[in-house]
């Protein structure tokens, strides 16, 4: 089967298929605990790109299993692919902030929603970035230095934004 370029979803599904075979929830369960703090993948997201995976030789299904949950292992040209995408350019970042957007809009606010909507984001980005930093740690106790630096981006971030959010106009 020749290979295909895949997207950074795929990509995504198929480096934690590297640690063995897994149903679409426990790929989603280990998506959100290892890349979730700085990359978001949603349940549809991950049950579309399991077929088509699958479809292009990928991965291969496993005996299905209660509930009919369906496990998921990567092949030799997932690996190849996975492989490949590591080598390709990462592009440009998406950058889509739904609080900076809100505050570019800023003039239609009232001062009572943009109090709400700084002390909503406030509150999210201190929250974040304890976990993001608590995690960093667990992960570099563990010795997975990779994972560590891809959560102090993280960290990082959340800084940033919180920073960020201490020189928004209120009025």
Do not use: C
């Not at 089967?1 to 795929?10: G, L, R």
């Not at 934690?16 to 993948?41: F, I, N």
């Not at 991950?46 to 292992?73: D, W």
């Not at 505050?103 to 002390?119: E, I, P």
């Amino acid at each position: 089967m020749p290979d295909f370029q895949i997207n950074p979803t795929a990509a995504a599904l198929l480096g934690l298929l590297h640690e063995g075979p897994m149903t679409g929830g426990q790929l989603m369960a280990a998506a959100e605990r290892r890349l979730g703090p700085y990359w978001s993948m949603t349940r549809s997201q991950v049950y579309r790109e399991l077929p088509v995976l699958a479809e292009m030789g990928y991965v291969r299904l496993g005996k299905p299993g209660p509930r009919s949950s369906q496990p998921y292992a990567i092949t030799a040209s997932g690996k190849r692919a996975f492989g490949r995408w590591l080598t390709e350019s990462p592009g440009r970042d998406a950058l889509r902030n739904p609080v900076a957007l809100r505050v570019a809009f800023g003039q239609q606010h009232s001062s009572d929603q943009l109090q709400t909507l700084y002390t909503t984001a406030n509150q999210y980005h201190s929250e974040a970035l304890a976990m993001a930093k608590e995690q960093a740690k667990e992960v570099k106790k563990n010795g997975d230095s990779y994972g560590a630096a891809a959560l102090e981006f993280a960290v990082a971030y959340h800084k940033a934004a919180l920073s960020w959010l201490k020189t928004v106009p209120s009025e």
